[in-house]
């Protein structure tokens, strides 16, 4: 039965609880799969990278899909990815001024760089393949594959530059211990799996209801429920001076969540999803490539002194990211 998620007074409900499933259970996720990193002895960059942002990310790979499979609305899809990445650079600007700017950005060697360079690389593609409106080819596009083309080799220049620094020791955790970590991240993957589908189809009635539109919506409000794990991540990894899990759950979740356009295109019958593109679109994904931008920077700004005074910009981000949603709102309403 079709649901009339047009009406506030279901949607609005629907859209709170399912996030807060989400939230709930993508944290979980993060909690998880920091206990099963730990059982492998991996580097706290590439656990951040892999791991843990893929996990956390979870929430927008479901809502994405959902959004196109169950409501038709590519345009909620790209706005929820190009607007988390936005809301992460946000978010990492934010822990490094409550946690010191120093203390999250310095210290980071070749592997962090090389992480920052391939997630704004891969986001000049998908914006480029958008601006072209893509090549369909077969049951994808000549932009999808570049994109996953470069995630995957992206990701293994990362764990190439970093894996002499990486301290691989063997902890393996007992029988009983690895099935209560590995079951309770599929209980959570499962909660995400149950609750994204409801968050995608309320957050495009509310768009409808509301007149904002599923691409504002996707910028705006289901960016910021699907990148609330991230967050979380963020702080509590901040709070325990593990820098580098930080800077690489950010990243290698901005990274994870431009490698979704291709898996979601794939679900996406009526050609490419990047072809899709709206100009909020393009104002959304061009402002997030400036803000991960102003993230190398800063970290470029611990390695070299003649960048030594760019570290003021992570105090630009913030402004930067709500100058940039205002105009994503104003784009999105004529």
Known sequence: MDLPWDNLALSVPVFLGSALVVVLAGV??????????????????????????VATSLPELIT?????????????????????DMINMFTIAVVGMAFGVR?????????TQTLVLVTIGIAIIAMAAGATGDVGLGPTSVGGLLIAAAYIGGMKLVYDAGKSAAAV???????????????????????????????ASSAVGIGD??????????????????TLPEASVTFTAARRRSYGMAIGNIYGSCAFNLFVIPIADLFHTEGPLLGEMEPSHFIAAGSA??????????????????????????????????GALAWVFRESRS
């Open 28 to 53: 979980a996720l993060a909690r998880f799969g920091d206990q099963i990193a730990e059982i492998t002895g991996w580097g706290a960059l590439w656990v951040g990278t892999i791991l843990v942002s």
């Open 169 to 199: 020791e063997e902890a393996p955790a007992s029988s009983g211990s690895a099935l209560r970590i590995w079951g309770g991240f599929g209980l959570a993957a499962l909660a995400i799996l149950l609750a994204a589908p409801l968050l």
């Open 64 to 84: 994405n899909i959902s959004a196109i499979v169950l409501e038709d609305a590519p345009d909620l899809a790209l706005g929820n990815v190009f607007g988390a």
């Open 209 to 226: 209801a509301t007149g904002l539109g599923a691409s504002f919506m996707g910028v705006l409000a289901v960016s910021v429920v699907t």
């Open 103 to 111: 203390n999250l950005f310095e210290g980071h060697g070749r592997a």
């Open 289 to 322: 490539i400036v803000l991960m931008a102003m993230g190398f920077l800063v970290i470029r700004s611990f390695q070299d002194r003649l960048f030594a005074g760019l570290r003021r910009l992570v105090y630009v981000v913030p402004p930067t990211y709500v």
